[in-house]
């Protein structure tokens, strides 16, 4: 089980790799408007190989974490420039897929994120609480990265906060492989229980892509172009084409608003009361 030691001593890869610096833009778009945009990105795109399906997508299930004082959802209602996100994700309902765990930053207008992943097998509350757990990951890199987390988690008393599902349209760019165009649909959440992560629908899901969590006269869908530090022109024209209106939508502190709303308690602009 445990590869740390023999993972750091390794010198013919390195133990630690600059993360990736990325734009991250979001819009919400009313349903009418799917089709539109997908036949312009289409233009520029093809389907994402991990996705299947017409239209390419594939099931996102994420765990948030976050401090007693719920630290890091404040960070982002009060809109401070610098912050950090520590979740775990894996893809698909059956729960036998990967499991990363990441850390995303957001340094002013770009968004750096590291992460380590391992297998369904492996999966266990262990690996949130003790280093020398850590499994033998696929790089050395990822095991740095995974140590950051839990300096991250041990730093601010993390621990999980909610449970959040949706459906993800993705395409990859044709001549830039860094510029992925998703939609999300479907978006819901529950509360966390634990580490564990849940498996088919059950109905004890709340939706999170209504009029009310969009806060918009409609329900609809979120819309995120990613890419370099070079935005291509394409995209820049697709966004003035639309007259898209960039937003700043954050799935986990928007459940965090609804839990609010659902629980009786009066949120307000700060979020200085929550319900979980």
């Known amino acids: 089980m445990v590869g740390l030691t023999s993972a750091l001593k390794t010198e013919d890869s390195p133990t630690v790799v600059t993360p990736r610096v990325r734009h991250e833009l979001k819009y919400i778009v009313p349903k009418h408007m799917v089709d539109e945009i997908r036949a312009y990105a289409r233009l520029f795109c093809e389907p994402d190989c991990n996705a299947s399906g017409t239209p390419p997508s594939y099931t996102v299930s994420t765990l948030q974490l976050d401090s007693p004082k719920l630290s890091l959802h404040l960070a982002k209602e009060r809109k401070l420039v610098n912050r950090f996100k520590l979740r775990v994700r894996t893809y698909g309902t059956d729960l036998k897929g990967t499991y990363f765990f990441e850390v995303k930053r957001r340094e002013e207008n770009y968004v750096r994120k590291t992460r380590s992943k391992v297998r369904a097998e492996q999966y266990c509350d262990a690996l949130f609480e003790e280093p020398f757990c850590i499994p033998d990951l696929d790089a050395d890199f990822e095991v740095s990265n995974h140590l950051e987390f839990l300096r991250l988690k041990n730093a601010i008393g993390a621990r999980p906060v909610a449970h ?50 969009l806060r918009r006269p409609f329900g609809g869908l979120v819309l995120e172009i990613k890419s370099s530090l070079q935005v291509p022109t394409w995209i820049l024209k697709m966004i003035r084409h639309f007259d898209l209106s960039r937003t700043g939508f954050c799935k986990y502190s928007t459940a965090m608003r609804l839990e609010s709303l659902f629980s009786g308690d009066r949120y307000t602009a700060a979020s200085d009361r929550c319900g979980f």
Do not use: Q
């Open 164 to 213: 959040i599902r949706y459906e993800r349209e993705s395409w990859i760019g044709t001549v830039d492989k860094d510029v992925r165009v998703t939609m999300d649909r479907n978006i819901r959440y529950r509360r966390a229980e634990g580490y564990r992560f849940f498996g088919e629908d059950d109905g004890k899901w709340r939706v999170m892509d209504s009029e009310m969590g």
